[in-house]
């Protein structure tokens, strides 16, 4: 990096990985116009490396991930193998490779959640239908199926019959996939999505349900500003420390005894409702603090 000045951060050239040139790639060039930096959109899918000791991502002083394109189990393994390296150069890696890992993978990142004493819904992973169905059962025979990996409320269904959940639970099993089944938390109709930056609340948003138990915006919901009390931010706070996030989106939901779920903790969290929603240029604030 080359410093201009003591008034003026430093000049980073920054690769922003995703999968193509979305909004929020485009959101961060912004901001990173604004801010002097040279920021450009770098296709994951593209990324190569090289021994000894170099990568098409070496070029740059910074990179931020922003989405993780779809791939075979070998092509996803490298890429965050190239995260890893980039990291281990001294790179600045917006977030760490290993918080990407907790993150994208519900399991592990419920896990951890769970380690740190954090109140998170009853929940049962496996990979046969019979089990699932036990759990089913155990889980009040109202449950929410989720895929593994997934954001934005893509691929979740709420079972509360058991011969559709049965069949669900079947197919799934033929897809070799992981039957991720956490029981349904009747709430009052919004949840709380709060966006952490380097160990701080940023800013947050209450979303509210539209005809749907699911509360994303990318579903249908709609969004007001808020600020959280001691106990939200505390929650927030320690979702994000939990899983080693600079940066995540955190969802809280209402528990009905009183207080809350830690439902999920968003490693590559979106900005595109919260920003005009709070007043917040979201992007602008990462970058600052990716320089600092």
Same mark, same amino acid.
Request: overall charge negative; proline content about 5%; aromatic content about 6%.
């Given at each position: 990096?080359?410093?201009?000045?003591?008034?003026?951060?430093?000049?980073?050239?920054?690769?922003?990985?995703?999968?193509?040139?979305?909004?929020?790639?485009?959101?961060?060039?912004?901001?990173?116009?604004?801010?002097?930096?040279?920021?450009?959109?770098?296709?994951?899918?593209?990324?190569?490396?090289?021994?000894?000791?170099?990568?098409?991502?070496?070029?740059?002083?910074?990179?931020?991930?922003?989405?993780?394109?779809?791939?075979?189990?070998?092509?996803?393994?490298?890429?965050?193998?190239?995260?890893?390296?980039?990291?281990?150069?001294?790179?600045?890696?917006?977030?760490?490779?290993?918080?990407?890992?907790?993150?994208?993978?519900?399991?592990?990142?419920?896990?951890?959640?769970?380690?740190?004493?954090?109140?998170?819904?009853?929940?049962?992973?496996?990979?046969?239908?019979?089990?699932?169905?036990?759990?089913?059962?155990?889980?009040?025979?109202?449950?929410?199926?989720?895929?593994?990996?997934?954001?934005?409320?893509?691929?979740?269904?709420?079972?509360?019959?058991?011969?559709?959940?049965?069949?669900?639970?079947?197919? %799934?099993? *033929?897809?070799?996939?992981?039957? +991720? @089944?956490?029981?349904?938390?009747?709430? &009052? /109709? !919004?949840?709380?999505? =709060?966006?952490?930056?380097?160990?701080?609340?940023?800013?947050?948003?209450?979303?509210?349900?539209?005809?749907?138990?699911?509360?994303?915006?990318?579903?249908?919901?709609?969004?007001?500003?808020?600020?959280?009390?001691?106990?939200?931010?505390?929650?927030?706070?320690?979702?994000?420390?939990?899983?080693?996030?600079?940066?995540?989106?955190?969802?809280? %939901?209402? *528990?009905?005894?009183?207080?809350? +779920? @830690?439902?999920?903790?968003?490693?590559? &969290? /979106? !900005?595109?409702?919260? =920003?005009?929603?709070?007043?917040?240029?979201?992007?602008?604030?990462?970058?600052?603090?990716?320089?600092?």
């Amino acid at each position: 990096m080359r410093a201009l000045n003591e008034d003026r951060l430093d000049v980073m050239k920054i690769a922003i990985l995703s999968g193509g040139t979305g909004w929020h790639v485009r959101d961060l060039m912004r901001a990173a116009d604004a801010l002097g930096h040279a920021a450009e959109p770098v296709d994951f899918r593209r990324v190569n490396a090289s021994l000894p000791n170099a990568t098409s991502l070496s070029p740059f002083d910074a990179v931020i991930v922003r989405t993780m394109p779809p791939g075979s189990l070998e092509q996803v393994v490298f890429r965050m193998d190239v995260l890893h390296r980039l990291e281990a150069d001294g790179r600045r890696v917006l977030n760490s490779p290993r918080a990407l890992e907790i993150c994208v993978d519900k399991y592990l990142a419920s896990a951890r959640l769970d380690a740190a004493g954090l109140p998170t819904p009853a929940t049962f992973v496996c990979q046969d239908a019979e089990a699932a169905l036990e759990a089913f059962h155990a889980l009040g025979g109202d449950v929410v199926v989720k895929p593994l990996f997934g954001s934005e409320g893509r691929g979740m269904m709420r079972v509360s019959d058991v011969e559709l959940a049965w069949r669900a639970f079947r197919a %799934l099993e *033929r897809l070799q996939t992981v039957l +991720y @089944v956490q029981q349904f938390i009747c709430h &009052p /109709g !919004w949840d709380v999505r =709060a966006f952490v930056l380097n160990g701080r609340v940023l800013a947050a948003m209450r979303r509210r349900a539209k005809d749907d138990w699911r509360t994303n915006v990318a579903q249908g919901g709609r969004a007001e500003s808020i600020t959280l009390n001691a106990e939200e931010e505390r929650l927030a706070l320690a979702a994000a420390a939990a899983v080693g996030t600079m940066v995540a989106g955190i969802d809280l %939901l209402p *528990r009905p005894e009183g207080g809350y +779920y @830690v439902l999920e903790v968003n490693a590559v &969290p /979106g !900005w595109r409702t919260l =920003a005009p929603t709070t007043g917040v240029d979201v992007a602008q604030a990462i970058l600052k603090e990716l320089a600092d």
